[in-house]
């Protein structure tokens, strides 16, 4: 699909960001393996209630609810701001409040990639949610790394052992590698676990923005590490999906080594991301 919008070409790796060897913890990134460390433990507990309730059945019914969009109607700053007091538990790598994250991540791709603005935005909201929005939903069904429900689960899934509890896990249907799909059906066909990627592509599609394809990609599949660290489930990949996949590289690698402790200046740059979330979207948003 071509948005219109002109894309630079994605820098190589010796010219952009350096990653840091450790998280905020002085531990290594994306670490499920500590089982002395209680925020591990914590996490550990996380992905095993996600796995077992995120059932397609599950999916289903929750894109159903708040597909509907009428929750609440508000700007994307107004979303962001409601971030100031939301510890994403399913982090092994951080535990500041999230609209920190979201900005850590948009203000080094901006260093990086100054002409890209959409991915500038891209980054800002990827990860917006309100807990008002979700209305009380516990966290294993609004953040957390994200895969297919209606086919095999992948052993590439951190702490897969626990998906043996999922009512899928059994179902002939849904047990096979492509399960309910077909092979290159594109993603945009895969059902994903209900959580804040999936509401916040939905909320973008249905509200009219502007944000071009890869922008749209990475915001409904940055949390699916199965993909874009594994790289598995690309027999479900269309040809624009592959296209697309090639941006989400780039930002991954702000989404995840970008985390610190050291605080963006939230109002100052707030007027540069109000100006893109004019550009890209109209004033008020269905949520």
């Known amino acids: 699909m071509d948005s219109g919008i002109p894309m630079s070409k994605i820098s190589s790796d010796d010219e952009v960001f350096l990653a840091p060897e450790m998280n905020a913890f002085g531990r290594q990134f994306r670490d499920y393996t500590d089982t002395n460390s209680e925020r591990q433990k914590s996490v550990e507990h996380f992905y095993k209630t996600q796995h077992i309730n995120q059932s397609l059945d599950f999916v289903k019914k929750m894109r159903s609810e708040y597909g509907k969009l009428d929750k609440m109607v508000m700007n994307i700053w107004e979303c962001c701001e409601l971030l100031n007091e939301v510890v994403d538990e399913s982090d092994p790598d951080l535990d500041e409040p999230q609209i920190q994250h979201l900005l850590q991540s948009a203000e080094a791709i901006r260093k990086d990639y100054p002409n890209e603005d959409w991915l500038h935005l891209t980054a800002l909201i990827h990860g917006s949610y309100s807990t008002t929005q979700f209305g009380g939903l516990p966290q294993w069904a609004v953040v957390g790394d994200t895969f297919p429900v209606g086919c095999a689960f992948d052993e590439s899934n951190v702490h897969h052992k626990y998906f ?4 899928d896990f059994n179902n002939p ?115």
């Open 164 to 167: 043996m509890e999922n009512p």
């Open 173 to 287: 249907k849904y047990n096979t590698k492509s399960g309910i799909y077909s092979e290159g059906c594109g993603l945009e066909n895969v059902f994903m676990p209900w959580g804040h990627d999936d509401y916040m592509y939905m909320v973008a599609k249905e509200n009219g923005s502007t944000l071009p394809s890869p922008g749209l990609f990475i915001i409904r599949y940055h949390s699916f590490y199965p993909l874009h660290k594994a790289g598995a489930y690309t027999h479900l990949m269309n040809e624009e999906d592959k296209e697309n996949l090639k941006w989400l590289h780039v930002f991954n690698k702000y989404d995840l080594y970008s985390k610190s402790k050291v605080h963006v200046d939230v109002e100052k740059v707030k007027p540069y991301y109000m100006s893109l979330i004019k550009k890209y979207f109209p004033e008020n948003l269905r949520w």
